[in-house]
């Protein structure tokens, strides 16, 4: 069964590569790859994949399936080429199709790598997309990314923190986590973070086209419904509040950023100590009195004075 | 103080002061003499130590003799080659003592 | 052939074939290789008979000892007639390609009695024997040192052989006091006796201080690094690897057998001695900018290490032993390599100061690499032989519990790291000379063959020690 | 010799003989060079596979010969060597590749492949050593080695470098001497044991605590430790291929992998942790994270930016191993092949770069992922394998080791990998954005017309075939002879009682 599941998974791996090999002409196909994992997905019941990642999974119906139509109806709509056929560019529809992937792996893994990774991957897609297909206003990147890493290190936390108190060996699954989250707060606040860290992706939201269909689907749909996953209803409602938070702080973060960033690229590298070995000791003036020294043992006078106290010395150490 | 001994005792005393003469020595040809007097007494010294009828020492002191003017004669022998025919051949003076 | 006829062979034939080189007007070379090659056969041939017997003698002429002169060979013995047979063709083999002519027939003359002199005293069993052949080794020496001619190798060579034989006068001195108190002179017979003679202490220290300066040992090392600097290449290789191990040989064998590791102090002494050695003279090597002296420093410098485990014998036993014995054999044959190398070097860049070195890794590969692996195992690094001895001294060191010895074996490790590759580091750069001399691939196959095999020595340790048997 | 005794010693063989023939043929026989090289890389391989699939069945192989009374060279090929041979021999078959393609033209190309081949019989040789004897043996191998590699361009500050690794590696090498020899007089025996033999031995623990650090100093100099880690940035003037194998494969992971060998083998983990010596090493491990990262975020160049990343990489393995636990240890010997992994990719990309455009800076990278696109592509994946992204396989073993460190309860340690995963986010991150997302400033040359590869394909398939090991061994991490399963069974069999 494992190899009949890789056959069908490898190509839904390598489909985000799709728009970058077919190029522009064949950019309706691109929405119609969109649109695949609906047909795929929504009858599957779960699947065991022990050689993914930990050893993971996918749920087969529940909400993550419900969701995953939606996620997919909305991105196939951003990747259509709407109005006079200019499209996508190759590389922001290969950017988005991957954030798609990610979601929808987010959204129906069982075990907790699985939806971590999604959960990342994901993100870091939808900025790559929104920075291939144009520049931010300066000091907003930084902004960005200042609050979605330390999001992604809370995420890491939170995971671990789940396999130590569900005491699961090496991979929690997502159902032990979310028995356990509503009890322990400092759990809960690093959900948060990593919720209010995707909330810095609205400030992508510019009128670049297909930039506001994709990045809302994931913070306002996606996020939430993972949240739901965790924590039923509070899970999701605190998620919501935490993206709001996010945002907010991103705005504020980018206005102060600007004037910050200019005084922390000076760092200089210092100079660090020369090592005194052989050059040092071949220039100094040091090695001119040791050599003198030689010259003056090689003396007639000084090497038999030697010969004579290293034969008293002898005597005097027979005696003891 | 038996013959024998005083004799021996001469000899130890000629070894310390031909051992001076060579450290004070300048000229490499007064070390090559005090060498040979120094050899002189360490043969005195073991001559003075042989019983009366005892062949031992003398072979020895035979053989020390040979090899000490092999000796010499290599010394010599240097000795010319580094006074040798153009007087610039000789060292630098910070050669000390040779 | 019997093994007890084996040993005035061993002394015989080389003498022969060096008086024979002399008189023979050409076919000095030939002469050199085969004579050379027929006495590492004798030597192999006395390995053969001592792995049964492990010990052989000789009366020689059928006279009794009081009298007569004993030859005994023993482990150690064998060890190092077979080391120096080893080198010896090498030597030969390079010496054949340097030299022509006159020369040629001097150096092959000279270099047989010196080998001669060499097994001689390696075998020699009563003390007279051993100065006369030390004192033929010594003048054999001189006169190699004197063969370049220069006026530098002619000024070296007379201190060098008025060191000599200030050393020997002083160690027959010792003798004759030995001489007077026991009326013997066969070591079989006083072995043990020293301490207790009247006047014994005197001779121990007259002999002991004659030895350290035929041996060049730090305090009087002062004519060594001359007189190996400008001696040619095989001269000083021969020099450096056999001439100044034999009076630390004689040392051993007095010094243990004689007076039987007698007093801790003197002990003590020559530690102190080997350790100054090893750290003044590596100093000195490091600041040095010809390539020759750098190399004739590093010899003294090794020597202070073969005083370390020969001060170390009476208390660590059978390691320290072990490792002097190592660690003579792994530098005499690294020693050897590098001279030869560092020669070619000198050939091919027309002089010998470091820093003019030419790229000429890219000319002469083989000498580079001789250089590097003599370099490994006179460093210590652990594929060679250099390495068993430095652990097995370090061993004895801990064992003997002298913190302060093991800070010395390691730093002089270290500084002779740092000669070592500042030589190897000067044959990568620089600029190129191309019409420099071509050598002749012997040259360069000899050196190479002998620093492999210093590095090889390190595989053959337990066959060595197991040769070598316990302390005498 | 029975075939067990043979493989080996085949598989050491099977880099000595191309490089001792090597170094004797004359410097135009370029052909005859490359096939000797590849052939016995290939050869290699095929050996270690098998005994890959001997080992994981039980069966052991090892050969010994007597050095000294007391001392023995004995080679063994545990489960722990045969990761980092396997790691070893891939990663040297693509670099010869890549230097092969490398050193078009340049001079001394036979001594340089001589000792190329030389430096990686003495890593495997430090891999599959069965004492501490043999592992000095090939770890002062290894510096002799590799010393010719990095004065290679005979520049002045190239043999100011060499100098330098000198000073640190040969005084390693003493470190290392003294503690072994101190050892053996201690206890009697070198041999390594799993679950260590200096328990039992009667020698009082400060002495053994003083051996402990003796042996970890001689080996953090190659694992960059923070004190003796001056060498590695200097080191980047050598040619990339060497700079590449030196810190993603050779030199650093020998001197993790000796720390491995010295905490699991020698003194066993739970005796080092009754010492306290673990949880020094811990703390210096901790401390060479941060301070590599942090002085990586000041570089300019990119070499040396990527040489302080290794620096603060390669203590991860040291921060695993001293880390009680076999989640830890899982994490810090799983990290020894990715990090493997993908420090040489970036190596490969950084050489690629340097080799076809000239940019040395990482001011000067804007927009190269517009001319260079599979590189770039390749640089991304282990860029972000370093910052620890999911799907790749820095995640794996930042996961191990954050799990280790919560169940051994050093919670700080969580902090330390969270910190230094956000600093690497801190100097990796602006390179991607340079290379993606900027216009190009340079006026580089454009792809010649008609030539399809950005680059030679020499240069071009070693990084993208690493790229691709690294998403592989972190997507499927679980799969039977993945490195993270191998490490598993090593924990499982060696390092913990079952």
């Known amino acids: 069964m494992s190899l009949l599941t890789l056959v069908v998974f490898a190509p839904l791996l390598l489909l985000p590569l799709l728009p970058l090999l077919c190029g522009r002409p064949r950019q309706w ?15 599957a019941q779960p699947l065991a994949l022990p050689w993914i990642l930990l050893g993971s999974g996918v749920a087969g119906g529940g ?112 159902a032990g986590a979310a028995a356990v989250l509503p009890g322990a707060t400092v759990i809960a606040g690093f959900a948060a973070l990593a919720a209010a860290s995707r909330g810095a992706l609205l400030l992508l939201v510019a009128r670049r086209p297909g930039q506001l269909l994709p990045t809302a689907t994931l913070v306002l749909l996606v996020v939430p419904t993972l949240g739901w996953r965790l924590g039923d209803a509070a899970g999701a409602l605190s998620a919501v509040l935490a993206v709001a938070a996010g945002a907010a702080a991103t705005a504020a973060l980018s206005r102060l950023w600007p004037p910050l960033a200019a005084r922390f690229t000076q760092a200089r590298e210092r100079v660090s100590w020369r090592l005194l070995l052989w050059q040092g000791l071949d220039a100094g003036a040091w090695p001119g009195r040791l050599a003198g020294a030689e010259r003056e043992l090689g003396s007639w006078r000084f090497a038999l004075a030697g010969a004579i106290v290293l034969v008293l010395l002898l005597l005097i150490a027979t005696f003891f | 103080m038996t013959g024998q001994a005083c004799y021996a005792v001469l000899g130890a005393l000629l070894f310390c002061l031909s051992f001076h003469a060579l450290i004070i020595a300048v000229h490499p040809l007064r070390r090559l003499l005090a060498v040979n007097v120094m050899g002189s007494s360490v043969f005195l010294v073991f001559i003075a130590g042989a019983g009366p009828r005892d062949p031992l020492p003398q072979a020895l002191v035979i053989t020390g003799i040979v090899v000490a003017v092999a000796a010499t004669a290599l010394g010599l022998n240097l000795l010319l080659r580094l006074a040798g025919p153009a007087e610039d051949d000789r060292p630098s003076a910070g050669q000390d003592g040779s | 052939m019997s093994a007890s006829s084996l040993l005035p062979l061993l002394v015989l034939w080389p003498l022969a074939g060096g008086l024979l080189g002399l008189l023979l007007p050409r076919g000095a070379g030939p002469l050199l290789l085969g004579v050379s090659t027929g006495n590492l056969a004798l030597a192999v041939a006395l390995v053969d008979a001592l792995a049964g017997a492990g010990k052989v003698a000789h009366s020689v002429g059928g006279w009794s000892t009081p009298l007569g002169i004993a030859l005994r060979a023993d482990g150690l013995s064998a060890v190092l007639i077979l080391v120096a047979g080893a080198v010896a063709p090498l030597l030969a083999l390079y010496a054949s390609a340097a030299y022509a002519g006159r020369e ?41 040192a004197a063969l370049g001619g220069g006026a530098a190798a002619l000024a070296a060579s007379l201190r060098y052989l008025l060191a000599t034989i200030t050393g020997s006068l002083a160690y027959l001195l010792g003798v004759a006091l030995l001489y007077r108190a026991t009326g013997t002179l066969d070591l079989l017979q006083l072995s043990g006796q020293g301490p207790a003679l009247p006047g014994g202490a005197v001779a121990f220290a007259l002999m002991v201080a004659g030895l350290l300066l035929k041996a060049a040992v730090f305090p009087l090392h002062f004519w060594l690094p001359p007189a190996h600097a400008n001696a040619s290449p095989p001269v000083s290789a021969a020099l450096s690897a056999l001439a100044v191990k034999a009076p630390l040989y004689l040392l051993l064998r007095l010094w243990l057998s004689t007076y039987d590791g007698a007093w801790p102090l003197v ?81 091919r860049a027309g002089h010998d100061r470091l820093d003019g070195f030419e790229r000429v890794v890219q000319h002469l590969p083989l000498s580079a690499s001789a250089i590097a692996l003599a370099g490994v195992s006179l460093m210590g690094m652990p594929p060679s032989g250099g390495f068993n001895g430095k652990w097995l001294l370090l061993q004895a060191a801990i064992a003997t519990g002298d913190w302060w010895l093991v800070a010395v074996i390691l730093v002089g490790g270290l500084l002779a790291a740092v000669y070592i590759f500042k030589l190897i580091e000067h044959t990568f750069g620089g600029s190129d000379r191309p019409d420099a001399t071509a050598l002749p691939r012997r040259m360069e196959w000899a050196a190479l063959t002998l620093a492999a095999s210093a590095v090889g020595v390190g595989f053959l340790g337990q066959p060595l020690l197991r040769l070598l048997g316990g302390v005498p | 010799m029975s075939e ?61 010969y007597p050095l000294l009374p007391g001392l023995t060279f004995s080679l063994r090929a545990d489960s722990l060597a045969l990761l980092f041979v396997t790691l070893s021999a891939q990663l040297w078959f693509l670099t010869t590749i890549y230097a092969i393609g490398y050193l078009e033209s340049s001079p001394n190309r036979a001594r340089f492949f001589g000792f190329f081949s030389l430096c990686v019989t003495a890593t495997v040789g430090v891999a599959m050593a069965g004492n501490l004897i043999t592992f000095l043996l090939f770890y002062e191998l290894l510096t002799l080695s590799t010393y010719p590699l990095v004065v290679h361009r005979e520049t002045a500050a190239a ?53 402990f650090f003796l042996l970890v100093a001689g080996v953090g100099v190659k694992a960059a430790l923070v004190p003796l880690h001056g060498w590695l940035p200097r ?193 990796f991150l602006p390179i991607l954005h340079r290379a993606w997302f900027r216009a190009p400033t340079a006026a580089w040359a454009p792809v010649p017309a008609g030539v399809r590869a950005e680059t030679a394909l020499a240069l071009l398939l070693p990084p993208v075939i690493t790229a691709l090991l690294v998403l592989l061994a972190g997507v499927l991490a679980s799969v039977q002879y993945s490195p993270q399963e191998w490490a598993t069974l090593v924990v499982r069999r060696e390092f913990y009682a079952p």
């Open chain 1, 29 to 43: 196909l691109v929405p119609l790859v969109a649109l695949l994992p609906v047909a795929l997905l929504l009858p």
């Open chain 1, 63 to 174: 909400p993550g399936a419900a969701v995953v139509s939606l996620v997919s109806v909305f991105f196939a709509l951003a990747l259509a080429p709407w109005g006079k056929g200019a499209g996508l560019s190759p590389r922001v529809s290969a950017c988005l199709l991957l954030a798609q992937a990610a979601c929808i792996a987010a959204l129906v893994a069982t075990d907790l790598m699985l939806l971590l990774a999604g959960f990342t991957v994901a993100s870091y897609a939808l900025l790559a997309a929104r920075l291939s297909s144009g520049a931010l206003a300066p000091g907003r990147l930084p902004a960005i990314v200042l609050l979605l890493v330390p999001g992604d290190l809370a995420a890491f936390e939170l995971a671990l923190l789940f396999a130590k108190v569900a005491d699961n060996a090496v991979t929690p699954s997502v």
């Open chain 3, 104 to 144: 040629l027939r001097y150096f092959a003359g000279l270099f047989l009695l010196f080998l001669g002199a060499l097994n001689g005293l390696f075998i020699a069993g009563d003390l007279f024997n051993l100065y006369v052949t030390l004192e033929l080794l010594g003048l054999s020496a001189v006169a190699l």
């Open chain 3, 267 to 347: 002990a003590e002494l020559l530690a102190a001695i080997g350790a100054a050695g090893v750290l003044w003279c590596s100093l000195q090597a490091v600041l040095q900018r010809r390539a020759k002296l750098l190399v004739a420093y590093s010899t003294v410098a090794q020597l202070g290490y073969l005083l370390l485990a020969l001060a170390l014998v009476p208390a660590a036993g059978a390691a320290a032993y072990g490792a002097f014995t190592l660690l003579l054999v792994s530098h005499v044959l690294a020693k050897a390599g590098l001279f030869l190398a560092v020669g070619n070097l000198a050939r």
């Open chain 4, 4 to 64: 067990h005794e043979l493989l080996p010693l085949a598989v050491l063989a099977t880099s000595l003989l191309p490089g001792l023939v090597i170094f004797f043929l004359p410097e135009g026989a370029v052909r005859v060079r490359s096939v000797l090289n590849l052939a016995g890389a290939t050869v290699k391989l095929v050996l270690v596979a098998v005994m890959l699939w001997g080992v994981s069945r039980g069966e052991n192989y090892a050969v010994s």
């Open chain 4, 159 to 211: 043999r100011a470098a060499g100098n330098r690794y000198l000073a640190y590696t040969i005084g390693g090498g003493a470190a290392l001497l003294l503690g072994t020899a101190w050892l053996y007089a201690e206890t009697g025996t070198l041999t390594f044991t799993p679950r260590g033999f200096v328990d039992g031995s009667g020698a009082s623990s400060p002495v053994l605590a003083a051996i």
């Open chain 4, 235 to 427: 080191a980047m003037v050598a040619p990339a291929p060497v700079s590449a194998l030196l810190h993603a494969v050779a030199v650093v992971k020998a001197g993790a992998f000796g720390i491995i060998r010295i905490v699991y083998d020698v003194f066993g983990v739970e005796y080092a942790a009754e010492l306290g010596v673990t949880d020094a090493l811990a703390a210096v491990a901790a401390v060479t994270i941060i301070y590599g990262s942090l002085r990586a975020l000041a570089q300019d160049d990119l070499k040396r930016r990527l040489a302080f990343s290794t620096v603060s990489q390669v203590s991860y393995i040291a921060l695993g191993v001293a880390i009680v636990g076999p989640l830890a240890s899982i994490g810090g010997i799983v990290h020894l092949v990715h990090q493997g992994l993908m420090k040489i990719t970036l190596f490969f990309c950084a050489g690629n770069y340097a080799e076809t455009l000239g940019l040395h800076k990482v001011s000067e990278l804007d927009g190269v992922g517009r001319r260079m696109p599979l590189t770039t592509a390749a640089f991304t994946v282990a860029a972000l394998g370093m910052i620890g992204l999911p799907p790749m396989a820095g995640f794996i073993s930042k996961w191990y080791l954050g799990l280790g460190a919560i169940e051994a309860g050093a919670t700080w340690a969580v902090f330390v990998l969270a910190g230094s995963s956000a600093l690497n986010a801190a100097y």
